[in-house]
């Protein structure tokens, strides 16, 4: 078996040394027409031996450790970089995992912790809940504001208007009309954490935070990882950003890079780098140098996409197994997950389901970053246009409702045990047909036990909503 194998069924290539012992030990399948241990490997579809998995994992974290900063690399190809990321289906399909779990969920407003039971509080609550639910347009302003987790922050600004009519109280109070999004390009974010204003034609920007004048409740900021050495904030895919280009790069590339360094495979080739720093920097300043000769056009380049049937020398699916190895290392770095994920892509559905919560474990931490931007810009300054200082105290906090409805075999369990259920649910939540009329109904006889499919699929039912047969039943013959 490969090097790569064990690591392509689904766990991230370990970037450490002791990752990569934590990864030794797990029982690896083994081919039993493999070579014994200790003999030469040539491409990553041979066997290795475990002391190879060690230098190999040590050499590529140490060219990895070798690379210069993401973030460095990335400011140099520019903004447009991000986009470009963002469009590639491995990254793209991660980022949707997360947004889709936070899109769309109902923002409600509640008191302070230490003010639930107050009843100004609750007014300034509801208020609040009240004006944003009518006048914003939520799912899109949250969909922007979650763009900070790819562009480290999101500007959006509050557009105001007077409630003339006196809708959600005295007539004239200002009340947020809509959030109109903002490029991140035509801003920056200085060491002070001020939002400044790039391209307002003076110099050095227009500082627009923290609120003052005209700027005041306007503004929305919403910051990815914020630290006070990193008042920009951090990108997830700062994390991928190597694992990325590496992609990117094709097996023309690869295969190049082998042929520069006189080794015959990728397993070679990074282990080459375990101990020994020179050859790894030397390494990683090569890689890192012919992949921006590569982004920009430059005469001489390795060529990443020149050879369209490159001649692998049997190394094709060594590259396809560092390929995957790569993906899944993305997958990792956004998700924080990859086993699972993949066990769960040939129908090990327990590690699926943990997998889910890991994913919805990672969503809900961006959810709670945006609860408190939302708190701290929308749900306060729309409270301070009404109520003015005496609001101060009573700030609403906003909640994403995380609650899950129940599925139909709790919905049916709890009504056998006897606890009272909604009926209307039946037909709304769940899709139940409602009957035209009294001589539509039908009720099961009085004593009979519902059976009720479980989840998934299930034989001749798979298909069957509730249990009930699809496909036609054959005729006794």
């Given at each position: 078996?490969?090097?790569?194998?064990?690591?392509?069924?689904?766990?991230?290539?370990?970037?450490?040394?002791?990752?990569?012992q934590r990864d030794l030990d797990i029982e690896r399948p083994r081919d039993p027409n493999?070579?014994?241990?200790?003999?030469?490997?040539?491409?990553?579809?041979?066997?290795?031996?475990?002391?190879?998995?060690?230098?190999?994992?040590?050499?590529?974290?140490?060219?990895?450790?070798?690379?210069?900063?993401?973030?460095?690399?990335?400011?140099?190809?520019?903004?447009?970089?991000?986009?470009?990321?963002?469009?590639?289906?491995?990254?793209?399909?991660?980022?949707?995992?997360?947004?889709?779990?936070?899109?769309?969920?109902?923002?409600?407003?509640?008191?302070?912790?230490?003010?639930?039971?107050?009843?100004?509080?609750?007014?300034?609550?509801?208020?609040?809940?009240?004006?944003?639910?009518?006048?914003?347009?939520?799912?899109?302003?949250?969909?922007?504001?979650?763009?900070?987790?790819?562009?480290?922050?999101?500007?959006?600004?509050?557009?105001?208007?007077?409630?003339?009519?006196?809708?959600?109280?005295?007539?004239?109070?200002?009340?947020?009309?809509?959030?109109?999004?903002?490029?991140?390009?035509?801003?920056?974010?200085?060491?002070?954490?001020?939002?400044?204003?790039?391209?307002?034609?003076?110099?050095?920007?227009?500082?627009?935070?923290?609120?003052?004048?005209?700027?005041?409740?306007?503004?929305?900021?919403?910051?990815?990882?914020?630290?006070?050495?990193?008042?920009?904030?951090?990108?997830?895919?700062?994390?991928?950003?190597?694992?990325?280009?590496?992609?990117?790069?094709?097996?023309?590339?690869?295969?190049?890079?082998?042929?520069?360094?006189?080794?015959?495979?990728?397993?070679?080739?990074?282990?080459?780098?375990?101990?020994?720093?020179?050859?790894?920097?030397?390494?990683?300043?090569?890689?890192?140098?012919?992949?921006?000769?590569?982004?920009?056009?430059?005469?001489?380049?390795?060529?990443?996409?020149?050879?369209?049937?490159?001649?692998?020398?049997?190394?094709?699916?060594?590259?396809?197994?560092?390929?995957?190895?790569?993906?899944?290392?993305?997958?990792?770095?956004?998700?924080?997950?990859?086993?699972?994920?993949?066990?769960?892509?040939?129908?090990?559905?327990?590690?699926?389901?943990?997998?889910?919560?890991?994913?919805?474990?990672?969503?809900?931490?961006?959810?709670?970053?945006?609860?408190?931007?939302?708190?701290?810009?929308?749900?306060?300054?729309?409270?301070?246009?009404?109520?003015?200082?005496?609001?101060?105290?009573?700030?609403?906090?906003?909640?994403?409702?995380?609650?899950?409805?129940?599925?139909?075999?709790?919905?049916?369990?709890?009504?056998?045990?006897?606890?009272?259920?909604?009926?209307?649910?039946?037909?709304?939540?769940?899709?139940?047909?409602?009957?035209?009329?009294?001589?539509?109904?039908?009720?099961?006889?009085?004593?009979?036990?519902?059976?009720?499919?479980?989840?998934?699929?299930?034989?001749?039912?798979?298909?069957?909503?509730?249990?009930?047969?699809?496909?036609?039943?054959?005729?006794?013959?």
């Open positions: 078996m490969g090097l790569f194998d064990g690591w392509a069924i689904g766990r991230a290539a370990p970037a450490t040394a002791a990752e990569a493999a070579e014994a241990d200790g003999a030469p490997v040539q491409v990553l579809t041979g066997e290795v031996r475990t002391d190879q998995v060690r230098a190999v994992a040590r050499g590529y974290a140490a060219v990895m450790d070798a690379m210069p900063p993401a973030a460095v690399a990335m400011a140099e190809e520019g903004a447009d970089v991000y986009r470009r990321m963002e469009q590639d289906a491995e990254v793209s399909a991660c980022l949707s995992q997360i947004r889709r779990r936070i899109i769309g969920r109902a923002i409600e407003w509640a008191p302070p912790e230490d003010m639930a039971g107050d009843p100004f509080a609750q007014e300034v609550a509801a208020y609040v809940q009240r004006v944003t639910r009518s006048e914003l347009n939520l799912r899109a302003d949250v969909e922007h504001l979650l763009r900070a987790i790819t562009r480290r922050y999101a500007v959006a600004q509050v557009v105001w208007r007077p409630d003339t009519e006196g809708a959600y109280g005295p007539a004239g109070v200002l009340v947020p009309d809509r959030l109109r999004s903002e490029r991140s390009e035509d801003f920056r974010i200085d060491r002070e954490g001020t939002l400044v204003a790039v391209r307002s034609g003076r110099p050095g920007g227009l500082a627009l935070t923290p609120p003052a004048g005209p700027f005041d409740r306007k503004y929305i900021v919403h910051v990815n990882g914020a630290e006070p050495d990193v008042p920009e904030g951090v990108s997830v895919l700062d994390g991928v950003y190597w694992e990325w280009k590496f992609l990117r790069a094709g097996m023309g590339f690869w295969l190049d890079l082998l042929d520069r360094f006189g080794v015959p495979s990728l397993v070679a080739l990074f282990e080459s780098a375990s101990g020994d720093a020179d050859e790894a920097k030397k390494m990683a300043q090569l890689i890192a140098s012919e992949l921006a000769k590569v982004a920009a056009g430059t005469p001489g380049a390795i060529a990443a996409k020149s050879i369209e049937v490159p001649n692998t020398g049997g190394r094709g699916q060594d590259f396809q197994l560092f390929m995957t190895w790569l993906e899944k290392r993305i997958r990792k770095g956004i998700l924080a997950t990859t086993l699972t994920v993949d066990i769960s892509d040939v129908g090990a559905r327990a590690q699926g389901e943990v997998s889910e919560r890991e994913v919805d474990g990672v969503a809900q931490w961006f959810g709670d970053a945006l609860e408190d931007t939302m708190s701290r810009t929308v749900g306060r300054w729309t409270a301070l246009m009404r109520y003015g200082p005496a609001a101060a105290q009573a700030f609403p906090v906003a909640r994403l409702d995380w609650r899950q409805p129940a599925t139909f075999e709790e919905y049916v369990t709890a009504s056998q045990n006897g606890i009272p259920v909604s009926r209307d649910a039946a037909y709304t939540v769940y899709n139940v047909p409602r009957p035209a009329d009294e001589e539509d109904e039908h009720l099961a006889p009085s004593g009979s036990v519902a059976v009720v499919t479980p989840s998934g699929p299930a034989g001749d039912f798979a298909d069957a909503p509730f249990g009930r047969r699809t496909r036609p039943t054959p005729r006794a013959t």
